[in-house]
Structures are given as C-alpha cells and as structure tokens.
C-alpha cells in the first residue's frame, strides 16, 4: 500500500517546523523559502501545501529531458537533479504550483516524500501532517480537485 | 555559526547602510539578542542621551537560535533607551519577523540618527535600503504591512512597524511585526517615530546555518519533546493561552483590580481564558478562533479571536471583524482589570486598536486606570477628558480612549504619556503603578511578594519578564514558594533575572522556561554555535548582562531610590482573599538582593562584581 | 490493432506510450525523420550553451526504452497519407498500413523571404542539426544577430548569452515577446536587456543579409532603419508553422493546422492529430495551435487514449509561457490581453524588475503575466484551468494581484 501525506488544516499552528524540516532535509540549512512544503496563513486558517504526487504528473509529462521521474517505492514523482535543464516549464504546467524554480542552482525543487520518511510530517508537532496508507486519506481533497484541473483524460481509464 | 555575523549599520540621518563584521569576542560573552545587543548600546549610546533624539540608537537584534528549527526560535529583541522610561529598554517580539531578519543574513540592525522626512527600511537579503515613507506616514501598523507587501511585490515580505502612537509620541508606543506581535514595552515605537522610520520590511531568503547540525537537532529534537510532555507547555498554553493565569492569579488575591485599589476583581471570570472558549449568545460563536504559534514554535499559546459583529465596538465597523491577535493575559489584565472593564469584546476590540496602531496595551489599560482614579476623585473632568464618563467599569469609555489614543488625538495625547507623566501633570504621582515610569504588569505583588521585588528592581521598569517568579510562587516551576512569603525571594528574582536575560539572548521564547531549564537550552546553543555552551556559562552570561544594564541606567541617572514600588503597594493592604492585611515586603528583601548581586547597599555593583563578571 | 505515429517528438512520443498503456497488445510504429533517436526542441537552448550533450536532448534517457516498451521507433519521412487505402507512404517508396493514424509532426521554422536568408551563418534554431551549426559558428564575443524576439527567439537569446557572444536583436514589432507579453512586460523585458548590454532593436526589420567574405563576422545584416549590423551567425527566430504540406490531397481539413475536435480526431476516421501541428479546441472556445511542450504532451496523451478505443475529451489547450531572459524570470497564461468587458489588475516596480497582471471574467481569473516571479506560478494555471469562482478573493487580488498563491490556496481548499 503506497503512503501518502496526510493534511489537516485544522490542526496546524504556522509554527513553521516543517518547512524548516524540508529545507534541512532537502539543502541542509534552514530556509523557509527553499521548502517544498508551504504552509499558508489565512489568519484563522494555515493550510500546509505541497505536491501530491497526483497520478497526472502534469510536471513529469512536461519535462522536455526526463528530469521527473516516478520512484516506484513511495510514488512519489522525484526530479533528478543531473538531468534537469532549469526550463522551468513544469513549474508552469503544474496546476498546483508545487514545483518551483531554485535561482541559487537553475534547477527545480518539489517534493519527493524524503524517499518514504517525510521530514516535514515528523517535525510537525500538532498532526497537521502525517504520512499514512493512501486508502486512509480518502484520497485526499487535492485529488478530488486534480480532477477538475484535468485536461479530460481521468473520466476515460481512471 | 548560529550567527550570520552580520550587522547592518544603518544611518537615517545620512540614508546610508553598511554591513559589518559582528563583534565575535562580544558574541562569544553576551551570545546575542539582549545580550549582545545590550553591549553594542553601552559601547555607542551616551546613557544620559535623551531616548527621542537623534543620538539615541536602536538596535533590533536576533539570537542565535532565531530562524532555525528550535522550537521558538524566532524572536528579536529591539534594544535602545526606552521613551517612556529613560532606561535600557529591551522589548523581545515573536511572529515572523527575527527569523526572517536572520535569514535575510543579518544578526543585527543599528538604526542611529534621525531621518529628515518619514522613511522605512528595505532588506531584501544582502541589500538594504533606506526608502521614502511618506505614503506610508499616517497609517496604521495593518495598513503598512499590506501596503509595502503589495508595492514590493512580496506577499511573503515580514514586516516590522509603528502605527499612528508611534509617529504622534505616545511614550508607550510599541513596534509591532506580523500583524499583532509586538516588541511591546518601554515605548520602543516612541523612538523608532522620533527617527521618522515607519518600518522595517525584510525578505530573507539565504536561510540559517548552525555550527554542528547533527548535534543541534539532537538537542533541538529532545528539547521539543520535553515541551510537548510539560503541562503547561504541552496542554495548558496551546489550549487556553497565558489566559489561564486570570482565574488563577484571581483566586490567589494578586489580580490587581481598579488601578491596584483592590487585589481581586468580581469580573476576572468574564475575561478569562474559559470565557474566551464560550459560545456567545448573539451569535453561537466562541470570541477565541484558535491558537497560534510564532516561528518555529511547538507552544503555540497565541489566541486568534474573532470579535462579536454585534458588539457596539465594531457594529458598524466590518474592518475589525475578520480573525486578528486575540487577548493574551497581560493584555486581557491591563485592559479589565486594571480598568474595572468585564467586557470581554470591549477588551478584544481594544487590544485590537493597540495592534493597529501600535501601542502597549499594558500601559495603555493601567494609564486608562490612573486616569479613571483621578477621574473618580474629580481631579480630572469630562472638560479634560474630551466629554468621556472615566468611569471604573466604562467599556465605552476605555474603548473611546483606545481609539483616540491610537490616533494620538484630544485626550488621548495625556492617555499617550503614560501613567506617570500623567498623575504628575494632575498633582497625583502616587497614583501611578508604575516602577522607573513603567507600569506594572498583572501580578499584584501584595499577593505575590517576590514579584514585587522583581518589579522594583527589574532594568526596565516593571515588568514581569525580567524575572518571572510566578512560575515558582503560583505555579511550582521549577519548584513551589510561598507567594505571600518574602524571605528567601531575593535568590529566587535573582535566579530568574540571570536565566531570563540568558534566555533573551538565544533567540527563544521565555515561555519554553515553565518546562526547560537551562541544562535543556545549553545544547541546543551548543549545537548552533562554536564557543562551547554549558548552563552554567548561560547563567554567568546572564548575571554579567543583568550587571551591564544596571551600569547603563546608574549612569543614566537611576539610584537605589528607584528600586522601588508606588505606596499603594508599601503601605495600603490588600482587602481581600488570601493576601488580605499584607503589603509588599521590598525593605527587606532588597537589602539581601543587593548583597546576593554583589553590590553595595546603593545598589552599586562592587569591583568585585565587575571583575567576577568579567565587565 | 495497429497505430502508426508519425513524428517523434513529444507529442508522438507521449502518445505512443499512452497507446501502449491503454492497449497493451496493440502495434505501434513510431515514425520520425530526423536522424537521432527522438529529442525534445526544448532542450536545444541547453545544449547550446553547453548545459547537455546531445544525449541530454532526448526524450527518453534510456536506450531501450521503445524496444522495452514494444514499441517500433523508424527513421522514415512520411511523404503522402491515403485515408481510403489506410496507409502512409514513406519517402523511399515504402508503404506502412494503419487502423489508427497520428499525425504529430511539429512544425518548422518559416524563413521571412528576403535577400540572402539562404546564406551559410543564416540559421534557424530548430533542430538538433540546426544547434550544431550554431554551435560551431557562436564562438565567443563573435557578433550575432538575432532575427525576432518572440518566446523562441528570446530563449535562443537566453543561451547565445550564456555563450558568450555579443547579441544583437532585431525584431519587427515595438516589443519583445508580442505574442507572449503586453506592452509594459515586453517593455520592461527590454530595458533589462538593456541592463545586461544586450541591444535589442524594436520595431525593426532585416532587409537583407550580405555575405562580405571577410575572416571575422562576415555576414552584414541590413535593416529597414539604422546602420546594417555585421556578425558571425544571423539566428532567424521569426515564427514557426505546421508541417502540414505532405497533407495536401488527403482529403484531412486543415486551417492553420490540422483541425481537429474535443477527441483530437481530425475530419478524417482514424485520424488524429496531436502537438505543434493540431489546430484543437482552445481553452477559451476557439480553434488554436498552441506550439507549446505541454499542450503537445497533453494532445498525445488523449489522442492516444481515444484512438486505443477510450473516451477522453479534451478541454482545450492554454496558451502558456515561461521565459528565462538574462536572469529575469517571466510568465504568460491563458487570455493575458484580457477579454471583453473583463477587468484587469496589474502592479509594476520598474526598479526590481517586478510585475503582475491578472485578467478576470467576472469571478474568474482567465490570464495572467508575471515578470520576476517563480514561486507557484502554476497556480496561475490551476485557476484559470480549473474556472474557479474566486468569490471574496476576485476583490483582494484587485486590491493586491501578488497575493495569487493565496487566493489559489483560499478557493481551492476550502
Ligand atoms: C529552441 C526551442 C525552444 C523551445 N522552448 C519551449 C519552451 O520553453 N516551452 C514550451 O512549451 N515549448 C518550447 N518549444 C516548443 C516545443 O519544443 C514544441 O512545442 C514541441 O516540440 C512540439 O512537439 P511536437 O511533438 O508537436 O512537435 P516536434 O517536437 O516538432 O516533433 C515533430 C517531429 O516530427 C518530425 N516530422 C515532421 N514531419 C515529418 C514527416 N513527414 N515524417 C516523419 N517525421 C516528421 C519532425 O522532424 C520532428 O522530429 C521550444 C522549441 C524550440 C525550437
Ligand atoms: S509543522 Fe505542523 S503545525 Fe507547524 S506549520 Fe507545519 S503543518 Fe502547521
């Protein structure tokens, strides 16, 4: 059974944690601004958002070289750092804006599930972020809207 | 590392800024924020400087700790001579702000000189800038943080500023940074509007590093969960806040009531932690939305309320229905309490107003209090108040003087100077609650004698902050003391003083002290910085800080005769509850904190100390 | 089954492994006439500066890869389609029959018809063949001239930059990217090239070019105003049209591309369409060819699972962009001019180089243009795409348009 990640608003705080977890994980600093998780603050609501690994892959079918791959062990759609050219046109095909562009090394950032232990779901002190059988999220709310951004082709073999 | 090592030195009076080099030898002795930044003061502010000219500095600094993953690491401090006490002033902020200072790449700020025109601060990481600010010059603290998001193109941009107090001179006048955290006390805005500077906006992008990783997040891991376990910590402050303290401190006869007159008030129960929970009549909604945290922090005691549409504060007003910074307890305390005021969204709205504007609402609600004494006994009528009925009790009149306040207009110019300027222009300084100008905060020190103490000897003025004896005397951290018992407090303030400025300088929270001591926070600062951290170095750092500022304000001018409490306290017993028949006991324990302190019976630290510490 | 692709580029390619999804015992034949394995024209400009080899242009990184997929990838040209017969005719006189047909044979660089634009230096960026040429004549600090300043041309810039030469660029309308960016982005791409010392002639155009025989820089650029510029390589950027020729007789409905419906089906039976070369529904209604990378992957994906007997339909493409010029980072959505009786926001900080406009349809956003910003900008797609009813937000994004990852965030997770 494939994880995936977990996502109450409800309960997140805007502590931050886990986005300083992510860019700990991922750069091996601390910096918010190269997390690829983001937690969004409506001031009586923070929404922590990151990519899906939706089935669509908008960014993955997009990459011109292959840089976006599937690891087959957490689905996660992984970017493989040697092969990306910095062409940004997955940043702009997917509809979730979750891959986006690193000036620092012209190459792109998005989630990978940390290999199957998310940083950001362990640092979480509250539960707004857990990590658990796909089924257990009820696939969740992002997917249902993946959906809707969908050029046609999920109502045909979905 | 843990430190950038970077200070921006910026000079309003000529639009310059520079970048520096951190003083590491000074780094290695104060370790940051209050600290450090306390040495940069000494060594380049004239203590007997008049705080509103332009020879005063200010210095908004982090610690070392700010903008990583330590849980609360994201405050600053803005240090500078306080407007409305003439003394150091050191006002600690949490929000965003500091983290995003740090990851712009900068440990400090130096803010010296006096712009000509109204002008704010652009820091985009490496480049910093000194901008016109006259479309910004008139607006609140709300109306800033979107403007200059908006203009620079950064929804993400943290902004720090004053509001309408700052810029019209109300001598509390605060600093406020995401919205409603605030550097809150000692009129720090009061100075950053006497420079003509509106704000600081920050985008920082560079992130933090630390010394050793791998052994900070073991620490910083650890730490967390000693949070997460504490009760306070882990249950108490997310859930109801520092709020939870007002029945508490009620019930223990120390909620000072009606400009300290009475020691327990009939309406604590209204304005409560658990009052904010409860479901409103009008409209079935409870005044608390949830709890926030500040960067990086795993507590989360701050309170996002949303105020009743109905209330006549706001019935016309949609701009103040949406979610904002809801009541902490000192705030909940200085507004109610201190004002006789039970009107839970009367203080709410007010307490938004002092986040709009920028002002602290401890000094604002006990100078309200002043004013409603003096008002009470005639000293001060509706001709001087502008038609206002100061009544013990009025949530019209408190809400009025919010508004007016803010906006520094009509009567709110005298509410502006603060209860001790205030009672001396009416003839009635023993009116003031207030120690070395600035008023106390909510603990009553007839009912809680050692935080009497601490008042009076605390740096700043009264302050609870500075040395935080109600988590022993009420709460039993580390261990319980008798709140009505004075012997044995002189150890105790001091223990807390010299943790609490240790603390201050980190980058973390003073809340993580109900469950950390300082053998929890001495690796996390190892793990970040070089230099090799242990509590006890901690705690020598922070007795050699508490002794630096003291220097600083004996050089000011302040005496031995300033460690003191207003009459009210000395002399006038509280009336009721468990405190009933006492008075504050300060003649005798402040003979024996000087003597712990190592100074001499004026209050001087000896040669001795000073070579100790190593000054 | 049998499917016959024609064109292995993106479009082609994504639809053959589609195809192989969908029907996993069905025939494929992958045709494309270009001599290497199939490449992706977008990772030209990283080869020319050197970022990739050749190998790092291909689709598909491994050798294998059609073969494991059981997938039949020629080198074959197809020369004439005959929808009666159900077969192609390759160049060579070879004939393949097909039950399904995909056409997804890109397009090519049209050449403007003036003096001398047949000259050796004289090249369009295109193919791999093309960018080899390149290659060899941009040596560093040799002049260059770039013939349009469209999405193409400015990402050819980007990389001729990166090289090392000193570029000029000429272009026909009054700003850079027209058809990508409104007046105030294209002017503000500009005067950031001015920035960065790149010479970029507006509303210019190349007369003819010369060959002057001299060792350095020997083609001479004439223009239509000012002195005629020399340089090594002249780079012509000027617009790209469907290779739709080989159609003609086939009884196939062309416009401007190939017309094809909702299911990528052209006019024909068991002909479909997909990529540069498929004039299909637009998102906004109408009938385009979007010559993008996303829109031919998304084609090849549904085309291919409605030839394989599926029902997918198409919600039309969106014209999209992101531009990398000289370091400035910028992007156009969908109905960026706006439409009629629509409102428009926008916010522009000249000094930074920073700028936003949004487009709405009553509640909905319908386009956009963002210079200096990348952090989530496919939310700009993900609301437009999506037709989301911005409610509440439609008035804070007129107050403040940046706050765009929030409004996203705000209508969609609700
Ligand atoms: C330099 C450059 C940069 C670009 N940058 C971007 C970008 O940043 N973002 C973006 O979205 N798009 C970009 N594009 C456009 C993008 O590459 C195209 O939209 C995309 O390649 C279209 O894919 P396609 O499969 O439809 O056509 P192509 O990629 O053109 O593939 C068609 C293939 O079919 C072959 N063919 C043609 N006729 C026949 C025939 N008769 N028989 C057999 N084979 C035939 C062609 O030779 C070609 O190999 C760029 C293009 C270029 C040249
Ligand atoms: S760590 Fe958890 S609580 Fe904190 S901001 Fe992230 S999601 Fe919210």
Known sequence: MLKSLHIDPGKCTLCMQCEMACSYENEGLFNPAKSRIKVFDFHDRFVPYTCTQCAEAWCMSACPVDAISVDHATGAKVVSDDLCVGCKVCTIACPFGTVNYNHDTGKVIKCDLCGGQPACAEACPTGAIAYVDSDWTGYDKMRRWAGKTDSGAAQAHA | MGWTRKVLRVNLSKGTCASEPLNMEWAQKYLGQRGLASRYLVEEVNPKVDPLSPDNKMFFATGPLTGTAASTGGRYSVITKGALTNAIACSNSGGYFGAELKMAGWDMVIVEGKAKKPVYLLIQDDKAEVRPADHLWGKSVWETDALLKSEHHEPQMRISAIGRAGESGVMYACIVNDLHRAAGRSGVGAVMGSKNLKALAVRGTQGVKVHDFPKFMQAVTAGKKVLAANAVTGQGLPAYGTQVLMNVINETGALPTRNHRDVQFEGAGRISAEAMREKRVTDGKANLVRNQACFGCTIACGRISQIDKTHFTVANNPKYWGAQGGLEYEAAWALGAATGVADLEALTYANYLCNEQGMDPITFGTTVGAAMELFEMGVLTTKETGGVELKFGSAEALTKLAEVTGMGEGFGKEIGLGSKRLTEKYGHPELSMSVKGQEFPAYDGRGIQGIGLAYATSNRGACHLRGYTIASEILGIPEKTDPLVSAGKAGLVKAFQDATAAVDSSGLCVFTTFAWTLDDIAPQIDGACEGGWTAARLLEMGERIWNMERRFNLDAGFTAKDDTLPKRLLKEAAKTGPAKGKVNDLGKMLPEYYKLRGWSPEGVPTNETVTRLAL | ?414
């Open chain 3, 1 to 414: 089954m049998r499917y016959v692709l024609i064109g292995a580029g993106p479009a082609g390619v994504v639809a053959a492994e589609t195809l192989r999804k969908a029907d996993p015992g069905g025939d494929i034949l992958l045709l494309g006439d270009e001599p290497e394995p199939p490449y992706s024209r977008m990772a030209l400009p990283y080869f020319l500066v050197g970022t990739i080899d050749e190998a790092g242009t291909y689709l598909r990184k491994s050798e294998t890869h059609y073969d494991d997929l059981g997938i039949t990838f020629r080198h074959a040209r197809a020369v004439r389609i005959d929808p009666a017969g159900k077969t192609v005719a390759l160049e060579g006189g070879e004939s393949v029959a097909y039950d399904r047909l995909m056409i997804a044979t890109g397009s090519r660089t049209q050449r403007p018809p003036i003096p001398g634009i047949d000259l050796p230096g004289v090249h369009p960026c295109w193919t791999l063949a093309d960018s080899r040429e390149i290659v060899r004549r941009a040596a560093p600090d040799s002049r260059v001239v770039l013939m349009g300043a469209g999405f193409i041309g400015c990402i050819v810039l980007e990389s001729l930059i990166k090289r090392g030469v000193k570029p000029t660029v000429v272009e026909m309308a009054d700003r850079m990217v027209p058809r990508m960016m409104n007046a105030a982005a294209g002017g503000l791409i500009k005067k950031w090239c001015a920035t960065k010392g790149i010479e970029v002639l507006t509303s210019t155009k190349v007369t003819a070019i010369e060959d002057t025989g001299e060792a350095r820089d020997p083609l001479r650029v004439l223009l239509d105003r000012g002195a005629p510029l020399r340089a090594a390589l002249v780079v012509v950027a000027t617009g790209v049209r469907p290779n739709i020729a080989f159609l003609e007789g086939s009884g196939i409905e062309t416009d401007f591309g190939i017309r094809v419906d909702s299911h990528l089906k052209s006019s024909v039976d068991d002909v479909y369409a997909a990529g540069d070369v498929a004039q299909g529904p637009d998102f906004m209604g109408g009938w385009s060819v979007h010559a993008i990378q996303p829109t031919a992957v998304e084609h090849g994906r549904i085309a291919a699972l409605n030839m394989a007997d599926g029902n997918a339909s198409y919600q039309g493409s969106l014209a999209m962009n992101v531009l990398d010029t000289a370091g400035l980072v910028s992007s156009s959505f969908g109905q960026w001019q706006g439409v009629e009786s629509g409102e428009s926001v926008e916010r522009m900080d000249e000094a930074r180089f920073r700028y936003t406009r949004l487009e709405f349809d009553g509640e909905r956003l319908v386009g956009a243009i963002c210079l200096g910003r990348t952090d989530q900008i496919g939310m700009l797609r993900g609301l437009i795409q999506s037709r989301v009813r911005l409610g509440d937000w439609k008035a804070r994004l007129m107050e403040d348009p940046q706050r765009i990852s929030e409004a996203y965030v705000a209508s969609t997770h609700k």
